[in-house]
């Protein structure tokens, strides 16, 4: 029995934390067990998972597994964008350029601000009433 090759990313985004293996196929994509467009249900989202795979002419070449947990449908669709960019990476170290150069492999810091006491989000005050 010959062992498949399994290429292994972990992308984050927000809070959410994804583990994304890609395995030679048809271009299947799973999420949690579950079909892509089942899971995410919007088709901006499902476009946003796939543009590592468009950046390398990669999109049929792999099927994606994805295990993702935390946060939101967008932030789990981030997250999985940046498994699978770095998963490429694992297949083929050319591919860092043109991933790079879209801004695939850049995890993006910008998660929401802390409420602060005081306030009442993390920067709006409370309302103030002169009399």
Known sequence: MEEVARYYGTGHRKTAVAKVWLVPGQGNVTINGVPMSEYLGRKSLEL?????????????????????????????????????AKALLQVSP???????RQGFLTRDPRVKERKKYGRKRARRGFQFSKR
């Open 48 to 84: 946003q998972v796939l543009q590592p795979l468009e950046a390398v002419g990669a999109l049929g070449a792999y099927d994606v597994i994805a295990d993702v947990r935390g946060g939101g449908i967008a932030g789990q669709a981030g997250a999985i964008r940046h498994g699978i």
């Open 94 to 100: 050319e591919m860092r350029t043109p991933l790079r």
